[in-house]
């Protein structure tokens, strides 16, 4: 069974750093291309970033420049270091493992974690 535990949420007033992590159990981590969502209520999950087994990045616009994701295949973790923080930038962020295989396709998320950034 693959878990994905995320945590380094929590409050910081806008212009603050954070940095998430999300450590994987249960699966060979570094198959995975690792992805980092956000939600705020009543709208979709967003994709924030994603790195590839092979180190690869990408971010979503809204972040570039701020975020930087980055792994361990050897801890099993993936990071979001978040800096100049807004208050748009509040929501739950979840951390994702994907893999495709032909004919098949393996998805895990996290619980989520937490991000308030007041004004």
């Known amino acids: 069974q693959v878990q994905l535990v995320e945590s380094g949420g929590g409050l910081v007033q806008a212009g603050g750093s954070l940095r998430l992590s999300c450590a994987a159990s249960?699966?060979?981590?570094?198959?995975?291309?690792m992805d980092w969502y956000r939600q705020v209520p009543g709208k979709q999950r967003e994709l924030v970033a994603t790195?590839?087994?092979?180190?690869?990045?990408n971010y979503a616009d809204s972040v570039k420049g701020r975020f930087t994701i980055s792994r361990d295949n050897a801890k099993n973790t993936v990071w979001l270091q978040m800096n100049n923080l807004a208050p748009e930038d509040t929501a739950v962020f979840y951390c994702?493992?994907?893999?495709?295989?032909?004919?098949?396709?393996?998805?895990?998320w996290g619980q989520g974690t937490q991000v308030t950034v007041s004004s």
């Open positions: 994702k493992a994907g893999r495709s295989l032909p004919g098949r396709k393996y998805e895990y």
């Open positions: 249960g699966t060979i981590f570094s198959f995975y291309t």
């Open positions: 790195i590839t087994s092979g180190g690869a990045t």
